[in-house]
């Protein structure tokens, strides 16, 4: 049997692939501002999709994703520590979990939430793009369990745009510290006339 759509359905999947495209984006760039300018632009995407659908723990967390974006870029901009921002915004995630308690399908949202917000308060991408992936899968099973189609079409692509950007913009960093490091120790090992 084929399952029918409302028009709300519709409409609400459809405003998802929108922050789909912003999403995707985001995680192929090398600096932190951009990696967050374009995960902050998809957060309310996301948020009316999952209000539309009547996931409020997705929404609400997307919402606050909006602020936490914003605050760490800025933070992040100054060279301050995140670790007070990581702190409280955990918190308010939690609180907002259990405000709009879904069941045990809220603790996917609150796991990835927490996760992205101590990656996002780390300056390194690398880094921000490792610490998203457990993130994502957290997301995934949330979009599955809500059939959230361009949830789970993010968050598929979202993993491949994540070790794409690891390979393309990380393993050359990870390669060159290797071969500096390795001509370092080649000059202190050279004899001194």
Same mark, same amino acid.
């Given at each position: 049997?084929?399952?029918e759509?409302?028009?709300?359905?519709i409409?609400?999947?459809g405003?998802g692939?929108i922050?789909?495209?912003?999403?995707i984006?985001?995680?192929?760039?090398?600096k932190?501002?951009?990696?967050?300018?374009f995960?902050?632009?998809?957060?309310p995407?996301?948020?009316?999709q999952?209000?539309?659908m009547g996931?409020?723990t997705?929404?609400?967390?997307?919402?606050?994703?909006?602020?936490?974006n914003?605050?760490?870029?800025?933070?992040?901009?100054?060279?301050?520590?995140?670790?007070?921002?990581?702190?409280l915004?955990?918190?308010?995630y939690?609180?907002?979990?259990?405000?709009?308690?879904?069941g045990p399908?809220s603790? /996917?949202v609150?796991? @990835?939430?927490? &996760?992205?917000t101590? +990656?996002?308060?780390?300056s390194? #991408?690398? =880094?921000?793009r490792?610490m998203?992936l457990p993130?994502? /899968?957290?997301w995934? @099973?949330?979009? &599955?369990?809500?059939? +959230?189609?361009?949830?789970?079409? #993010?968050? =598929?692509?979202?993993?491949?745009?994540i070790?794409?950007g /690891?390979?393309r913009?990380?393993?050359?960093?990870?390669k060159? +510290?290797?071969?500096?490091?390795?001509?370092?120790?080649?000059?202190?090992?050279?004899p001194r006339?």
């Amino acid at each position: 049997m084929i399952r029918e759509w409302s028009t709300t359905e519709i409409i609400a999947q459809g405003i998802g692939y929108i922050g789909l495209v912003m999403c995707i984006l985001s995680f192929q760039f090398k600096k932190h501002k951009t990696v967050l300018l374009f995960r902050t632009l998809s957060e309310p995407f996301f948020a009316a999709q999952y209000l539309l659908m009547g996931a409020y723990t997705g929404c609400a967390a997307c919402l606050l994703g909006v602020v936490r974006n914003l605050v760490f870029t800025r933070v992040v901009e100054k060279g301050r520590s995140t670790l007070p921002w990581q702190i409280l915004f955990g918190a308010v995630y939690t609180l907002a979990g259990i405000l709009t308690w879904e069941g045990p399908l809220s603790l /996917f949202v609150i796991t @990835a939430k927490l &996760i992205s917000t101590v +990656a996002y308060g780390i300056s390194d #991408t690398m =880094i921000v793009r490792i610490m998203s992936l457990p993130a994502s /899968f957290c997301w995934m @099973a949330y979009n &599955i369990i809500c059939f +959230a189609t361009a949830g789970i079409l #993010t968050e =598929i692509i979202s993993e491949i745009s994540i070790v794409v950007g /690891f390979i393309r913009l990380d393993v050359p960093r990870i390669k060159a +510290a290797r071969a500096e490091k390795k001509a370092a120790l080649s000059e202190e090992r050279r004899p001194r006339e």
